[in-house]
T-cell receptor, first 118, second 112 residues
Framework: EAGVAQSPRYKIIEKRQSVAFWCNPI?????LYWYQQILGQGPKLLIQ????????DSQLPKDRFSAERLKGVDSTLKIQPAKLEDSAVYLC????????????????FGPGTRLTVT | EDKVVQSPLSLVVHEGDTVTLNCSYE??????LLWYKQEKKAPTFLFML????IEKKSGRLSSILDKKELFSILNITATQTGDSAIYLC????????????FGKGTLLTVNP
C-alpha cells in the first residue's frame, strides 16, 4: 500500500511569513496526526484528527498554527506568521483508528517537511 | 504530564556488538509502547508492545516490556553499520483520544 505522502519536502521562509504543509494519509486510515520534531528531540504531537473532527489540539499554538482536514482524507497545516523557533521537521502520521478500547494501532509516518525560518 | 525517558542519549559501538536501549515512562492510562527507527527521514515502525514479559522479535532486534517497573528495552544483536539511526520510544495513552508521547531518542552509531 502507498505510504503517507507529504509536501513540500523542504521549505525556507523568513520570519513573519506564512507557510502551509500538505499531507495525504494511507488509504482507509481514519486518524491523522501532525507532529513537530525539533532537532535533537522526539516528535511532539500538535493535532490529531479522527476523520474530519479534531480529537486533540492541546499542544497546537493556536495563535499562529491552524490545521484542517475538511473531507476526512488529506490535511493541511498552516503557520502564520512564522517564528524562528518554528524551524523543525513537520511530520504527518496516520493510523487505522486511535484504538478505542479494543487495540491501539501503530502510526505510520510520512517523509516530513523540513522547515527553516530565517 | 506524560513523560518518556530514553537512555543512553547516544551510543557508539563497533560492528558485531550487542546493544541495549532503554525506555522508561510515566503516563496516565497506558495503552501501548512502540519503538521506531529514524534515519534521515520519517520514523519507521519496529514494534508495538502491550503486554508485560512477551518478547517481540524481528531478525536481530527484540524488545520486551515491563509494565510493573514501567520500562522497555530494545536489543540489537550483531550490530551492522545499517543499524546506525535514532531509535525512538513512544508510549500510547488515552482512550478515544489515544495519542503517542515520544522520548528524545537514542542516537546509535555503529562503526565498521
Amino acid at each position: 500500500e502507498a505510504g503517507v505522502a507529504q509536501s513540500p519536502r523542504y521549505k525556507i521562509i523568513e520570519k513573519r511569513q506564512s507557510v502551509a504543509f500538505w499531507c495525504n494519509p494511507i488509504s482507509g486510515h481514519a486518524t491523522l496526526y501532525w507532529y513537530q520534531q525539533i532537532l535533537g528531540q522526539g516528535p511532539k504531537l500538535l493535532i490529531q484528527f479522527q476523520n474530519n473532527g479534531v480529537v486533540d489540539d492541546s499542544q497546537l499554538p493556536k495563535d499562529r498554527f491552524s490545521a484542517e482536514r475538511l473531507k476526512g482524507v488529506d490535511s493541511t497545516l498552516k503557520i502564520q506568521p512564522a517564528k524562528l523557533e518554528d524551524s523543525a521537521v513537520y511530520l504527518c502520521a496516520s493510523s487505522r483508528n486511535p484504538g478505542g478500547w479494543e487495540r491501539p494501532y501503530e502510526q505510520y509516518f510520512g517523509p516530513g517537511t523540513r522547515l527553516t525560518v530565517t | 504530564e506524560d513523560k518518556v525517558v530514553q537512555s543512553p542519549l547516544s551510543l557508539v559501538v563497533h560492528e558485531g556488538d550487542t546493544v541495549t536501549l532503554n525506555c522508561s515512562y510515566e503516563v496516565t492510562n497506558f495503552r501501548s509502547l512502540l519503538w521506531y527507527k529514524q534515519e534521515k527521514k520519517a520514523p519507521t515502525f519496529l514494534f508495538m508492545l502491550t503486554s508485560s514479559g512477551i518478547e517481540k522479535k524481528s531478525g536481530r532486534l527484540s524488545s520486551i516490556l515491563d509494565k510493573k517497573e514501567l520500562f522497555s528495552i530494545l536489543n540489537i544483536t550483531a550490530t551492522q553499520t545499517g543499524d546506525s539511526a535514532i531509535y525512538l520510544c513512544a508510549v500510547g495513552s488515552g482512550g478515544s483520544n489515544y495519542k503517542l508521547t515520544f522520548g528524545k531518542g537514542t542516537l546509535l552509531t555503529v562503526n565498521p
